[in-house]
């Protein structure tokens, strides 16, 4: 059983985590380097997705569905984190002539 | 059968203290917009339904019954771990004794301030106030345990407090008043203290379980709780050291003066030990320490009263003097002598206050007896009511103070306290004197004020006249000339050798013993002896008389202390010049140097110094929120990552 029990061929864990691994890298590197909030929106999203890749693929391994319901409930949440993000995006960089994050300090302390 | 009786009319209890308070209430709440005639009805009612209810609890006692009221749901129940603490009402006839005098010359008394204070401003809350006094009084009286008494003793202590104030745009009325509920104040501390000791070791509060446990206490528990029960009773009943603080209390209103500070409130130190007698009787040494201090506070009273000027401080120190011959009787266990002192002086002196109410009202506002003089044919009332007051006050048979004053000597001298009965005589024949002195010189002779005090009276006379209805004018009198028969025949109570009042009231409570001692033979010995007060108290009026009396001056027979005599006197012996260097000059240098040290140091210093450290945090922990969005990222990564890290860390270094 270390493989995932899909007919025909047998990905390892191993594989999956990999993959996640990978997409939470590149949004985690995205999200520190880029200036623009639609790239870093993106980037989060990046993450989101290495996250319920690592849900899923550990749910099945331990053949425990509650993994997989709780993906989709994290889908649903992304969405709506996701209009809310833009919304709040559209909001602060309507009044700047152009959006970068750094731009915005107005809060320091 | 007892039982029934008291579930029957064990309301009668409750009754008492809140018709006054329901009167306070509404007073304080609305008093403002009834008319003065609705606020006086509204008072005087009230006192009246207390009065009555009262004396049908009298009433019920005298056949037999024992009136108590248990702390129902409707008041504060203490939980099982403290038995004995409840506040509940008792009608024994200590208590009834107490109460029947302090509703009745309370409403005497309420009834002559509608007169007396006429078209004050304040008038409602003069009646709330006084009416709160009775509701406070009348919980003390007739609570059955330290715990109700010490309730009803700080309020007491309030609504004294605030009458002494009351007129309070005269700045003596409130340093009067301010120093009136401080030096009572210490006596609370007193109770606060023996109750805790009391409890300690008896396990209870109530009267009835402290009697039946009193025998039991230990003899230092004992000693130190009865010597710091005398503690309070010294101060509230204006007793040496802690006297000083009634005569200045006369700046109140002089019906306030008659009520609290003369017939009820002062004597709540009589009624406490009084009240704690068995455990007074179980150390022989604290009682004895209350007698003498009643006989100190006796003499000294009627000494310092001797050369007062001012007519309500010579009765104020009369006040201190009267009191100590109740403690001297208490505290030598002759108890039915002392409260009969106590009902007694209740009746003169009310009415002396009173009679020199109409004078001071008369008047407008002069006190100085060395300003009065010839006012008996301007006002016959108050000439032949202070004349029954004196006599009475000086014990001069038939009046009632003789009845009660002989039988406080008489106990002791039948005790073989020959100090205490020398210390009582002297300070009779001295009250013969200063009665007498006050009469003669406000109602005798010519006017003494500069250019004749007629002048001021006559003027005086005639505004009073026109601006004060006859209704108010009877308000005044019809009290006076009550009180004025009752100190004539309240001696009747109880004459000597027959059965009164006194006996059927207060024979239950403390037992036959505490009416003439157990050396009954040595009532008929004391004969001469017994003669001599009144003797000595005659000599002293009629010397009096001779110095102050009509035509004392024209003879040139005006006696003339030496200056430092007359000054000493004047100065009540300078014992408020003492407390002054002592206590007082300590307390405010304290307050000085806490002001210099504790203030700008330690308070001041800790406040600011905490609002720096907060400056100090939020200025570092204002870095970290500069705002660049992608660092607060950085933040949030490293942060995940470091958990990951520990909890990877964690998993293997335990498997």
Known sequence: MSGVAVPGVAVPIQAYLAVALVLFAIGAGGLAVRRSPLAMLMCI??????????????????????????????????????????????????????????????LKG | MHGQQAGQWGWLLAVAPAAPLAASLILAAFGRRLSARAVAWTAVTAVGVAAAAVAGAVAVYLSGGLLRLAPAGWWWQPGSQAPGLGVGLQGDGLSLWFALIVTGVGFLIHVYSVGYMAGDPGFARYFAE????????????????????????????????????????????????????????????????????????????????????????????????????????????????????????????TPVSALIHAATMVTAGVYLTARMHPLYAAVPQASLAVAWVGAASCLF????????????????????????????????????AGLFHFFTQAFFKALL??????????????QDLTRMGGLARSMPLAYWATWAGALAMAGIPPFSGYF???????????????????????????????????????????????????????????????????????????????????????????????????????????????????????????GAVGWLPVALAAAGACLALYLYGPGARAAGRRWRAPAGLQRALAEGLYVDLAYRRTVVEAVVHLGAWLERVAETVWIDGSVRGVGALAALLS???????????????????????????????????AG
């Not at chain 2, 009416?131 to 007491?156: H, I, K, Q, S």
């Not at chain 2, 007519?311 to 002759?334: D, E, F, H, N, P």
């Not at chain 2, 109410?357 to 008047?363: E, S």
């Open chain 1, 45 to 106: 999203e990046l993450m989101w997705g290495a996250a319920n890749l690592a849900l899923v693929a550990f749910a099945r391994r331990i053949g425990d569905m509650g993994g997989q319901v709780m993906a989709f409930f994290a889908i649903t949440v992304a969405a709506a984190e996701v209009a809310i993000g833009l919304a709040l995006v559209v909001l602060i960089f309507r009044p700047r002539p152009r959006a970068d994050v750094d731009d915005v300090q107005e």
């Open chain 2, 130 to 253: 006084l009416t709160y006094f009775l509701f406070a009084m009348l919980l003390l009286v007739l609570a059955d345990g330290l715990m109700g008494m010490l309730l009803g003793w700080a309020n007491v202590g309030l609504a004294s407090y605030l009458l002494i104030g009351f007129w309070h745009h005269r700045p003596d009325a409130r340093a009067a008043s301010m120093k009136a509920f401080l030096v009572t104040l210490t006596g609370e501390v007193g109770i606060v203290l023996a109750s805790g000791m009391l409890w300690g070791a008896a396990g209870t509060l109530r009267f009835a379980e402290l009697a039946e446990r009193a025998g039991g206490l230990s003899r230092e528990v004992a000693v130190a709780a009865g010597l710091l029960l005398l503690w309070a009773a010294a101060a509230k009943s204006a007793q040496l050291p802690l006297h000083v603080w009634l005569p200045d209390a006369m700046a109140g209103p």
């Open chain 2, 301 to 336: 009273g009627a000494v310092v009263a001797c050369g007062q000027t001012d007519i309500k401080r010579v009765l104020a120190y009369s006040t201190m003097s009267q009191v100590g011959y109740m403690l001297m009787g208490v505290g030598l266990l002759a108890q039915m």
């Open chain 2, 353 to 366: 206050f009173l009679a020199a109410g109409l004078v001071i009202h008369r008047l407008q506002g002069e």
């Open chain 2, 404 to 526: 009660s004053k002989e039988a406080v000597l008489e106990a002791a001298w039948s005790r073989g306290q020959t100090g205490l009965w020398a210390a009582g005589t002297l300070a009779a024949g001295l009250t013969g004197f200063y009665s007498f002195r006050l009469l003669a010189l406000a109602f005798l002779g010519p006017g003494r004020g500069p250019g004749g005090s007629r002048g001021v009276q006559q003027a005086a006379t005639a505004a009073g006249h026109h601006e004060e209805p006859a209704v108010l004018r009877r308000a005044m009198e019809v009290p006076v000339a009550v009180l004025a028969v009752l100190s004539a025949v309240g001696g009747l109570a109880w004459v000597p050798g027959r059965t009164g009042w006194v006996p059927r009231m207060l024979e239950p409570v403390f037992g036959t013993t505490a009416a003439h001692g157990p050396a009954g033979e040595a009532h008929g010995a004391a």
């Open chain 2, 619 to 653: 200025s570092l922990l204002g870095r970290a929120q500069a705002g660049p969005v992608r660092r607060y990222a950085l933040g949030l990564l490293a942060g995940g990552a470091a958990v990951v890290a520990w909890a990877v860390w964690s998993t293997w270094s």
